[in-house]
Every structure is written in C-alpha cells, then in structure tokens.
C-alpha cells in the first residue's frame, strides 16, 4: 500500500470572496480533482483535505481518500472577515488528529486567500505553532494583484499572485503543489 500523502486546501471565504472569486476556486478545485484522479500514483497516495476560514474556520472536508473526494459546494456571505488565523489553528488541530507522523508523508498545503488577516493576534500566536510542524511544502495563492503579501511570507517563501479570479481559475493548482 502507498505511503499517504495528505493534501490541505485553506479556502478564503470572506466577503470580498463573494461572486466571481469563490466561483473561481470552485472551479480551480474542480479541475484539481479531476487532474489528479486521472495519474495513477496520485489517485492511490492522496488524501485532502478542504477548511474554510471566514467568520470561523470549519472543516467542509476531512482527510478523504482522492478516489472519494468530492468539492465541496463554496460560500462566501457578502460580509465576513478573514480569520487566517482560526484556519491555521485548525488546520494545526486536523494535522494532530489525521496525519500519521513516521507513515505518511509530511502534508501539502495550499492557502487560497484575497486579503489579509483579519485576526493578527491569533495569526502571530498560531504562526510560531504551524511552522513547527513538519510540511512538504506551503503554497500562498493570493487573487488580487495590490494585496500586501508580507503576513503569507511568514507562512511561505512560496507566494504566488493571480491579479484577477479569472487568472486564478485558470492556473493548474496541481502544477503549483507538484511540479515536476
């Protein structure tokens, strides 16, 4: 049986996501899904994993075989801040109960946001916690081309910036987290 290696999607679901940027990343996890379950390694060894943070960090899909996997429907209310902050913290509490240290691989995770923290008490608290943890590699996308991106470096040299939704949607999300 392959080693798992557990894939971590963070969705911003704030209110400047609302319309055409929550659809984009629908859209983008969407042909995610389809990408990866097409490569045979992929389908055997992947597990995501998909929270959503916004007024509070929810987890809308557990870790979940790629096979069983689906998208789960995104929302993003019209008003809502962006707690980055409540997402990492539980993004550090699912690492703790799903990944099975010395068996499977370190995670991959992937930050879809537009803004920034709006909790910066907590991000700076937890920021100190998540980069304790061991991961394979933490990749910042940031839709929005003024956003200031020096909170997410904390997180990540690993920052890439789409200056609309639509250039976002468009962008192989599997390419980012597994170049060749």
Not at 120 to 136: D, M, T
């Amino acid at each position: 049986m392959p080693r798992r290696l557990p894939v971590y999607i963070l969705v911003d679901v704030s209110g400047s996501m609302h319309g055409r940027p929550i659809q984009a990343v629908q859209l983008a996890l969407e042909t995610f899904r389809d990408s990866l379950i097409d490569d045979p390694r992929a389908s055997l060894s992947v597990d995501v994993s998909v929270i959503a943070f916004g007024w509070d960090a929810q987890v809308l899909t557990p870790l979940t075989p790629l096979w069983d996997f689906e998208v789960p429907p995104l929302h993003a209310p019209e008003t809502a801040p962006t707690n980055l902050g409540e997402g990492l913290e539980l993004l550090c509490e699912r690492y703790d109960r799903e990944v099975v240290v010395g068996s499977d691989w370190p995670p991959i995770v992937c930050l879809i946001t537009d803004g920034l923290p709006t909790d910066p008490a907590l991000f700076k608290a937890i920021l100190e916690k998540f980069n304790q943890y061991r991961w394979h590699k933490v990749v910042a996308c940031v839709i929005g081309a003024d956003l200031d991106v020096n909170d997410l470096t904390q997180l990540t040299p690993n920052v890439v910036r789409f200056d609309h939704a639509d250039a976002f949607a468009s962008q192989s999300l599997e390419s980012l987290l597994f170049p060749l």
